[in-house]
């Protein structure tokens, strides 16, 4: 357990480094919060601290869309390689590195919080600390997505698709329900109400005990499904490389 603690905070400290996930995932979202709480407008709450929530969702997602899943698509070669000469087995990397990922979604979150606190009048209050807690279960839905995309595609096609992946996912996020000046298809809206997103933007607008339990039952459900997923495609690509 000490060992899988010092390789993620070692994982943590060299993704610190990249440049790109300080600007994508750090930076992004601050600069997304600060435009909201300038233009209230564009959202349908005032408050300064579910505006800070919204955006570090966007810093979460696109860590574990992008960032993480080009980084599981350089190393899974080296780690099947590992796997089979070494005590360090795929599902131990596999857990290393979503203890990695989770580090660094509250790094996310901590960031813009903070940006929050100094210029955005944020109150942390109990509520602040619930929902803070259902974005990082949330931000699980992403790293497993974001390892599912590193496991299936190549770290090359991931840097070229990483912008219409994030935007497509993002896409289901922006929903009408708090940002009421969007004017979405009705199809698209439908689709959304598929996604976990939509549930957890309803938590942010009615912060009520059925609305978190909502979303956490989906949120649930869509890891579930989607660590499912992951764990056949692994499956079916070692019996493959075994052919």
Not at 9 to 28: A, H, M, P, S
Not at 69 to 91: C, G, H, L, N, T
Request: proline share 3%; with cysteine; glycine share 6%.
């Amino acid at each position: 357990r000490d060992r899988s603690v010092s390789r993620g905070l070692g994982d943590v400290y060299k993704r610190q480094q990249n440049k790109r996930f300080i600007i994508f995932t750090i930076l992004f979202p601050v600069v997304f919060y600060v435009f909201f709480i300038k233009q209230l407008k564009f959202v349908n709450t005032d408050d300064s601290g579910m505006i800070a929530l919204f955006s570090a969702m966007f810093g979460i997602a696109g860590s574990g869309l992008n960032t993480f899943s080009q980084k599981v698509s350089k190393d899974k070669d080296y780690f099947r390689i590992m796997d089979k000469i070494s005590p360090y087995s795929y599902a131990h990397y596999m857990f290393d590195s979503v203890l990695a990922q989770t580090i660094l979604n509250i790094l996310i979150l901590f960031s813009v919080t903070l940006a929050g606190v100094l210029i955005g009048k944020l109150n942390v209050t109990g509520s602040y600390l619930s929902i803070s807690s259902l974005l990082l279960y949330f931000g699980f839905y992403y790293i497993v997505i974001g390892f599912l995309l590193g496991t299936v595609f190549n770290d090359e096609t991931l840097a070229s698709a990483s912008m219409p992946i994030f935007f497509l996912f993002m896409m289901l996020n922006i929903t009408p329900n708090i940002m009421t000046t969007l004017k979405m298809p009705g199809i698209i809206v439908t689709i959304q109400k598929f996604f976990p997103g939509y549930y957890y933007n309803e938590v942010l607008l009615h912060q009520t005990p059925e609305k978190f339990l909502q979303a956490c039952l989906v949120i649930t459900i869509y890891v579930f499904i989607a660590g499912t997923i992951t764990v056949i495609v692994n499956k079916l690509l070692q019996i493959k490389r075994r052919d």
